[in-house]
Nanobody, 120 residues
Framework: QVQLVESGGGLVQAGGSLRLSCVAS????????MGWYRQALGKKREWVAD???????NYVDSVKGRFTISMDNAKNTVYLQMDALKPEDTALYYC??????????????WGQGTQVTVSS
């Protein structure tokens, strides 16, 4: 089994910053990619950013230039540095990972989410 645990969410004023972290643990052989999604109240889950094990990154247009995703391969940890936050960034942020697991092959896993609230 593999577990993803997010941390770093909270309440911040517009224009402020937060740094989210997500650690993958368990029977992991390798992590192929990690990413962040978010779901605002009453809306569908939205992809935010992802990063491959080689360091290639992608972002949704609404966060380009404000958010930075990074990964520590040795620690199976992904980070999301969020700057210049806006009220519309308020959501439950989920971590996701593509994992090659011992005896199971490649599977996708999700964390439980961490709440980010940006006040105006």
């Amino acid at each position: 089994q593999v577990q993803l645990v997010e941390s770093g969410g909270g309440l911040v004023q517009a224009g402020g910053s937060l740094r989210l972290s997500c650690v993958a643990s368990g029977s992991i052989i390798s992590v192929t990619a990690m990413g962040w999604y978010r779901q605002a109240l009453g809306k569908k889950r939205e992809w935010v950013a992802d990063i491959s094990s080689s360091g290639s990154t992608n972002y949704v247009d609404s966060v380009k230039g404000r958010f930075t995703i990074s990964m520590d391969n040795a620690k199976n940890t992904v980070y999301l540095q969020m700057d210049a936050l806006k009220p519309e960034d308020t959501a439950l942020y989920y971590c996701a990972a593509g994992v090659v697991e011992k005896g199971m092959g490649s599977r996708d896993y999700w964390g439980q989410g961490t709440q980010v609230t940006v006040s105006s």
